[in-house]
């Protein structure tokens, strides 16, 4: 991978456990509106896709707004108690950065939320730019946060590298002509990511480091 110049990070699930702060705050905002709770394995595989479109698939429509407002309220405090770095994350941006490639986070979580999570755990001085769907029309699997990221830097498909933990990253890193590191760490299981036929599959994603 002589070329790559751009590697660019999905957050959740790829360098970041934040799922215990979302299974706390998916099941506080249930309660809170009068719908049941949920086990821990239904809303991880439901992560991914946005907050919105987390919980849609759970409650009646006209209880959007009002189950999404409690969740967003609760999930700023529990993003802070509740999610960590997973093993190596931060050795692993360090030597990245010091062997000169230009890191970006390309998210379907909200702007407001990935930044909580970026100063919560001193990721930010790693990255030299990040990027969300809210800040976009279409969200992943649509490659568009992708394309955008790679205009801003002003490279090209064969000289970037994406590295995400879900079925939808390896769709849009594909639609964007990107070779997709997938890793086994997030939301979707090893054998799901195999159908999408990703560049490589990581159970680790310090092993990144040896295929540069």
Partial sequence: MDKIRLIIFDLDGTLIDAYPAIIASFNYA??????????????????????????RPFIEKEDLNKV?????????HALIKKSRLFLRVRGLLRSLKNRGYALAVASNRPSEFSWILLHHLK???????????DKLKHSKPHP???????????????ETLYVGDMTIDVQ????????????TTGSSTAAQLRKERPYRILSQIEDLLKLL
């Fill in 68 to 76: 999404l407002m409690a969740y967003r309220k609760h999930h700023r």
């Fill in 172 to 183: 849009a890193g594909r639609r964007a002509k990107l070779k997709v590191i997938a890793v």
């Fill in 123 to 133: 990721l930010e001085g790693y990255f030299d730019y990040v990027l969300c769907a």
């Fill in 30 to 55: 249930m309660k809170n509106s009068g719908y049941p709770a949920r086990s821990d394995n239904v809303i991880r595989r439901a992560v991914g896709r946005g907050d919105e479109n987390l919980l």
């Fill in 144 to 158: 568009e946060i992708l394309n955008r990221i790679m205009r801003h830097f002003s490279v090209k498909p064969s």
